[in-house]
């Protein structure tokens, strides 16, 4: 019988290891899986680096545009020269300062993006950059409206509160100014898309 | 030796079953976690209803706000009356119709919100509310900032520009402007907290 419990002793574990034989396909199978799911996230996360890029872009340029421009009328009375800036206009200063705050935050954002791509299942960058995405994205669409809504007006003035139309006298000026602001709308879009991405990558079943 | 493995074959299920008892706890108290945890994500839920009702009266006191501000000023020439109204300014009559179809959203977006406080593990909803809700605050953004963008004008005036300012002549109704901008910002910081939460609720570790 103590021959008998002994055998016992070793069947058991014996029966252990097939066992674990038996998972260990099953485990690699699982992981093979999460592999493949990990690609999927990872390419939503290289598509996050490049829409970030385009962003910076868009944002950039858009105040590089807004702050260099101004024109100065070739013609000029004994006390004072015609000149357009954009620091005449609040709204146009207010602009430029949005702008390039996103244009930074979307550079400082890089780091966490290439990180993101590293790790593909790390969630706390990933919602991080989220968050500030959506406060980036509010900004970028205030400066965007909010220059818009000045542009419309120097383009077509306002006859009931006596507005004029300034872009008459300043043409070269309008149009530079009105390429920011389209240039700031499409950043606009593209952090869109970004939130969009983001949430998609962050959902639970995937 | 055939009684030794039938007390063998015996012990082997007896041994399974006390595994299964031992594990019945710990299914128990996972499923106990899981109602736990959907607890937690039902709590987001129903918060995300509530600031949805709150963003509701936010936008649709906005747009009546704007849409029934106007004033005639008590007296008039022989020719004309003078009279300020909203869709004098055609950044507000889009402010308007940006509003009424953002309080427009969020009331049909009521029923999404309740689905998700009865199943709180369904993404399907959270992710279109999301999404949807992404594109809403940019439109009420936007509204809103382009709509103080002109209210400021109305107030300082631009010197630079030859843009008077109306709100000497006007008081009463830009009064009644600012008033619908302001509440239009706190329908969009409503909206950021709902995005912010929505994402929260969305990762994958919860």
């Excluded at 702050?67 to 000149?83: A, H, K, V």
Aim: glycine share 8%; hydrophobic share 50%; charged share 15%.
């Amino acid at each position: 019988m103590t021959n008998g419990e002994s055998s016992i002793s070793i069947e058991v574990p014996s029966e252990t290891r097939k066992e674990a034989k038996g998972k260990a396909p099953l485990i690699a199978g699982g992981t093979h899986k999460h592999e493949r799911k990990g690609g999927w996230k990872k390419g939503i996360a290289i598509l996050d680096f490049i829409l970030r890029l385009s962003a910076t872009a868009a944002a950039l340029g858009a105040a590089a545009a807004m702050g260099n421009s101004e024109e100065t009328l070739p013609f000029f009375t004994q006390f004072l020269q015609f000149q357009a800036s954009y620091d005449d206009l609040p709204t146009f200063q207010f602009f430029v300062i949005a702008m390039a705050i996103v244009g930074g935050y979307l550079v400082l954002s890089l780091p966490f993006s290439i990180v993101t791509i590293i790790r593909p299942h790390a969630t706390g960058p990933k919602l991080l950059l989220l968050t500030l995405d959506i406060v980036a994205l509010t900004l970028t669409t205030s400066a965007a409206a909010a220059g818009a809504s000045i542009v419309y007006l120097a383009h077509n003035g306002n006859p009931s509160a006596n507005w004029i139309a300034i872009c008459q006298q300043y043409g070269d000026f309008c149009q530079q100014v009105s390429g920011a602001v389209v240039s700031s709308f499409i950043a606009v879009v593209i952090f869109m898309l970004l939130i969009v991405l983001s949430a998609f990558a962050l959902r639970r079943k995937h």
